[in-house]
């Protein structure tokens, strides 16, 4: 594409926000960063998982342009009249250590890139509910390696499971996992009830080849979560 055929940026931002708050009910800066193609979506996973030390680290794009973007964004959703909800984004890793968005930790920059702006058109109930969805904090991800000649980067240790950090991959004894009882995929109602009654769960990926992509192996729970959600369920009036 010529330069002069160019799709201008606030058309490109406008884009995303409105494809984002038509599917969703509202947008965040993650959205109009993937929309128009300068995030790309696995490198925004890996700073969920805290491998990437900061947001802006995964920008491929000159700093000013961004602060452009956001600044547009900002623009369109105050005259939509959307309603800021500050969010808050947590590591998918056991510490929950909170995310960062840019190089220099401004706490004004941080607040307005964790901004999600939503439509008033919802109730207050229901942006309640969804501001506390949005809030949640992420599943903990556990990978089940295809080669098993990994090292651990904390211990020098190997396993049959391993979560990845920023310096590497870790063993689950080091990440605080390894008491952890593993729930194969398959029986959906046995993993439910053991999820609803586990404090600590995570959930097991591995990487297919054919597909490209991680698929879900099963779950990781407290063993009494998963005893207890073996036991059959008494009938109701039974003694």
């Known amino acids: 594409m010529s330069r002069k055929n160019k799709v201008p940026l606030a058309d490109r931002v406008v ?75 947590v590591a998918r890793t056991p510490r929950r250590q909170p995310l960062r968005f840019s190089r220099s930790g401004d706490p004004a920059l941080e607040e307005s890139y964790r901004t999600h702006w939503v439509s008033p058109e919802l109730s207050e109930k229901k942006r309640e509910r969804l501001a506390e969805k949005v809030s949640r904090a992420p599943e903990l991800v556990v ?33 605080g996992l390894d008491d952890l009882e593993f729930l194969p995929a398959g029986e959906a109602l046995l993993t439910r009830r053991a999820k609803a009654r586990s404090t600590r769960y995570a959930v097991v990926v591995r990487f297919s080849k054919t597909r490209r992509r ?26």
């Open 15 to 89: 884009r995303s926000a409105e494809a984002s708050l038509a599917a969703r009910h509202f947008a965040s800066a993650i959205d109009i960063l993937v929309g128009i193609g300068w995030l790309d979506p696995g490198a925004a996973e890996r700073w969920r998982r805290g491998q990437v030390d900061c947001l802006e680290e995964a920008i491929p794009t000159d700093p000013a342009r961004v602060s452009e973007a956001m600044r547009l964004f900002r623009s369109w959703a105050t005259a939509q009249g959307l309603l800021a909800n500050p969010t808050e984004y």
């Open 214 to 239: 991680y698929e879900r192996q099963g779950l990781l729970v407290e063993p009494q979560a998963a005893a207890d959600a073996a036991r059959p369920t008494p009938a109701p009036g039974g003694g």
């Open 143 to 175: 990978v089940q390696p295809l080669k098993a000649d990994w090292t651990c980067h904390r211990c020098g240790g190997t396993g049959d499971l391993l979560m990845m950090e920023t310096p590497g991959p870790a063993c689950l004894r080091c990440a």
